[in-house]
């Protein structure tokens, strides 16, 4: 587990990256690209996407 000290160290990078991607698009694009959460034209990954109406959002995966 982690420390208080560090809870709130990693709260306040999530918050400046926050930031920083608000204020630039393009980074946050690239970012999530790299990461694969995005494809190169900008559209979520197929793993991310419900691509029907009839079709239901996968299940968290749980943790082992």
Sequence with gaps: ???Q??????????KEQTEY???NP???RAYFIKA???TEDGELAPE???DGPGEVE?????SR
């Excluded at 996968?58 to 749980?62: S, V, W, Y």
Aim: aromatic share 6%; glycine share 4%; hydrophobic share 50%.
């Design 1 to 3: 587990m982690i420390d």
């Design 5 to 14: 000290e560090q809870h709130e160290a990693i709260l306040q990078l999530l």
């Design 21 to 23: 991607f608000r204020a």
């Design 26 to 28: 393009a980074a946050a």
């Design 36 to 38: 694969g959460v995005l």
């Design 48 to 50: 991310y996407r419900v």
């Design 58 to 62: 996968p299940e968290p995966q749980q």
